[in-house]
C-alpha cells in the first residue's frame, strides 16, 4: 500500500496550509458580499452609485477658482449618487456588480480544493498543473464576461439618468495577468513533473 506524502513536515507544508486558509477566507467572503448585494438590490431606496465620465457632464471645461491652464481631464470620472433609486436602477447596479464577486468566489473555491489535494498528497503532480490551467482558462474567459456584464449594466444605468452618457471601460487587465500567472505556474508545476519522471525512469 502506497503511503501518502507527510506535508507536515515538508517546508512547503505550512505554505500550503496558510494559501488554503487564506483561499477559504476570500471564497466565504466573496460569498457573504454577494448576498448582502443581492439582499440590499431589494431594499427600497437604498443608494447607487455610478462613474461617468466628464464629457458628458457640461460645466467641466469651465471650472472655477483654478489657476490658469488647470481644465478638468477629459478623459476623468466623476460619481454619480441616485438617492432613491427604482428598482431597475436598483436591478441593473447589481448586474454590474455581482459577476465579479461570483467569479472570485469559484477561482478561489477551486484553489482552495487544488491546494488542499496538494496538502493531502504532493502539490507537483499532474492534477495540480490541469487545475491550476482550468483556473487560468475560467479567470481569463470569466473575467472578460464579467467586463462585458458591467460594461452593458453600467451603460443601461446611465441611460437612465442622463441622454448620451458614457461609462467608463478599462480593459480587464487585472483578470488576464491573474489568468497568466496561473497559466505560467501551471507550466512549471507540469514541466517539474515531467522532469521527476524523467529522473525516476533513471533510477
Known amino acids: 500500500m502506497e503511503k501518502k506524502p507527510d506535508m507536515a513536515g515538508k517546508p512547503w507544508g505550512t505554505w500550503l496550509r496558510r494559501l ?27 443608494p447607487v452609485t455610478l462613474a461617468l465620465t466628464t464629457t458628458v457632464l457640461p460645466g467641466w471645461d469651465t471650472l472655477r477658482e483654478v489657476t490658469p491652464g488647470a481644465v478638468a481631464d477629459p478623459a476623468g470620472t466623476i460619481g454619480i449618487r441616485i438617492t ?46 490541469r487545475e491550476l490551467t482550468v483556473i ?12 462585458a456584464a458591467t460594461v452593458v449594466a453600467n451603460w443601461s444605468l446611465s441611460t437612465t439618468i442622463l441622454a448620451g452618457a458614457a461609462v467608463e471601460s478599462q480593459v480587464p487587465l487585472g483578470w488576464f495577468a491573474v489568468a497568466l500567472i496561473c497559466a505560467a505556474f501551471a507550466q512549471l508545476v507540469a514541466h517539474g513533473v515531467a522532469m521527476r519522471s524523467e529522473l525516476d525512469t533513471f533510477i
Not at 21 to 46: H, N
Not at 137 to 143: D, L, Q, S, V
Open 136 to 147: 487560468a482558462k475560467i479567470t481569463a474567459f470569466g473575467g472578460a464576461g464579467v467586463w
Open 84 to 129: 432613491d433609486p427604482s428598482l431597475p436602477q436598483r436591478l441593473l447596479h447589481l448586474a454590474a456588480t455581482l459577476p465579479g464577486l461570483l467569479l472570485v468566489a469559484v477561482i478561489a473555491r477551486r484553489m482552495e480544493k487544488m491546494l488542499r489535494a496538494a496538502q493531502d498528497s504532493d502539490p507537483f503532480t499532474e492534477l495540480t498543473a
Open 20 to 46: 488554503r486558509g487564506t483561499a477559504t477566507v476570500v471564497y466565504i467572503a466573496a460569498l457573504c458580499l454577494a448576498v448582502a448585494l443581492l439582499v440590499i438590490a431589494f431594499i427600497p431606496g437604498s
